[in-house]
């Protein structure tokens, strides 16, 4: 099994920013990738961004609504992987999931989920 464990959500303003931290523990061998989903009371899951986690040719994938204000990382070393949030706006607001995988997005593995709340 594999756990994951979300931090760094809080209030922030309109142009703000964030970083979310995600540690993975448990069989991490398993994990072929990491990534974010949001929701917001209501709505369905949506992906966010997601990465390798091993060094590969493949480039980290973002959603469109975030392109170029977010970006996505991970230190292999600490089982991590970071969500830099800049420019943030009002509807960026919502709980953030760590998910992992081992062949495929959304993988089996998700967090407990962390609050980020834009104000105006």
Same mark, same amino acid.
């Given at each position: +099994?594999?756990?994951?464990? !979300? =931090?760094?959500?809080?209030?922030?303003?309109?142009?703000?920013?964030?970083?979310?931290?995600?540690?993975?523990?448990?069989?991490? =061998?398993?994990?072929?990738?990491?990534?974010?989903?949001?929701?917001? *009371?209501? $709505?369905?899951? !949506?992906?966010?961004?997601?990465?390798?986690?091993?060094?590969?040719?493949?480039?980290? &994938?973002? *959603?469109?609504?975030? $392109?170029?204000?977010? &970006?996505?990382?991970?230190?292999?070393?600490?089982?991590? /992987?970071?969500? +830099?949030?800049?420019?943030?706006?009002?509807?960026?607001?919502? /709980?953030?999931?760590?998910?992992?995988?081992?062949?495929?997005?959304?993988?089996?593995?998700?967090?407990?989920?962390?609050?980020?709340?834009?104000?105006?």
């Amino acid at each position: +099994q594999v756990q994951l464990a !979300e =931090s760094g959500g809080g209030l922030v303003q309109v142009g703000g920013s964030l970083r979310l931290s995600c540690t993975a523990s448990g069989d991490v =061998s398993k994990i072929n990738a990491m990534g974010w989903y949001r929701q917001v *009371a209501g $709505k369905q899951r !949506e992906f966010v961004a997601a990465v390798p986690i091993l060094p590969s040719a493949n480039s980290p &994938t973002y *959603a469109n609504s975030i $392109k170029g204000r977010f &970006t996505i990382s991970r230190d292999i070393a600490k089982n991590m /992987v970071y969500l +830099q949030m800049n420019n943030l706006k009002r509807e960026d607001t919502a /709980v953030y999931y760590c998910n992992a995988a081992e062949l495929r997005f959304p993988g089996d593995y998700w967090g407990q989920g962390t609050q980020v709340t834009v104000s105006s």
